[in-house]
């Protein structure tokens, strides 16, 4: 926000030869995203495609399209509303916090809530499966390829780092051996749901294996599925509780608060900035000129910049003690454009959803669980760690009191 504050709404720097416009006018990201999206791709994203593949992450034009179809066809109404998996492993989760008051970092227990539709037990104490070796590969993985984004067209200096192709494939050995059960097994039965309604149980892999039968394109579609679907939700529930034990108050309002989610989206969503590519020559509607109310021209070619971040922290959109957390402010507050966690438009996150009803899930659980929270961190601010997602880089150190009894 600093560069935003100093020079205005919208800026231009050359990065190694590509002119890059930053934006956080809300104008812009509405042009960008939604009225002229289809003058809008992907830049070369090699840093993706290294340890994920092809998919919707990393593919643009029609193969984008049809990536995405296949997965916003996946994280439909029946899925994200089927909460008996989602309960089974909350109920274990839940079992590892304590009821005393004693300090606990949520941060590491939150990570190894699974996605891949058949639980890796990560939660369990004697880990029988070795997971948080996978895990810790994972986060590896991860964060060489943040490095390797941040590193541009200088990535290539990472190309002879064998512990991060190590953990790449201790990864993929483990998604390849899921990618084959679910291709010798026979299609997912069906189950009766409490309303009596017979409805498909679909799992991320189950319902992947209907549309695709290449073992590498099914790898490489769970990995682009898998990666923003655990860490969006995981970075979300993190950050709210890292709230919540710095704003006790508010705990015994969460079961009636609905805007709560919303409120740590806007202070510390999980996403920042989002980069697209001009197709073609085209406009952005503000940001030029002296007084930056003028039109912008965008040359194919260049790369605009959407910082997501910018407009939740604009104090001309929410006022002087915008980054003061007061989950009220947005009760009668209509937000199209101004507050944007997932984009908007044809780019919109898929998975939304999903996020949104599992992170609402497990919050009711622990608010019916415990009475009250406290924070254990010295450190009182947010401190960020930038990987592919935002999260806190000091974890989220809190203490919980049993309900029961009450």
Known sequence: MEHFNKIGKAFEENFFGTRVINTIEVRNI???????SGDYGKPAQNFFKEFLGDGVLSLDSKAWKHSRDIVKH???????????TLSFHVDRFLDLIPSDGSAIDLQEPLHNLFLFGQSIDAQLPDDPNNSKGLLKAFNGALAGVGKRRSAGKLQFIYSFDRSWKRGTGRVYSYVDAHVKRVLDKE???EKVTSSGNAVRRHI???????????????????????????DTTFVLIANCLFHLARNPEIWAQLRAEKMFFKKTLRLQGPAGRSQLLALRNTILPVGGGPDGQSLILVEQGDVVALNIWGPNHDKDIWGNDVDEFKPQRLNDKRMVWEFTPFL?????????QQVLTQSVYLLVRMTRSFASIENRDTVLEYVEMVRMTTESRNGVKVALFSSKGE
């Open 30 to 36: 509405q042009q960008v995203c939604a009225l002229s």
């Open 74 to 84: 996946i994280f439909s109404r029946a899925e994200v509303s089927d909460m008996d």
């Open 187 to 189: 299609p997912a039965e």
């Open 204 to 230: 991320l892999l189950n319902e992947l294996v209907q549309q695709i039968k290449d073992p590498l394109q099914l790898c490489y579609q769970i990995m682009n599925v898998f990666m923003p679907g655990r």
């Open 344 to 352: 908007g438009g044809p780019r919109i996150c898929p998975a939304q």
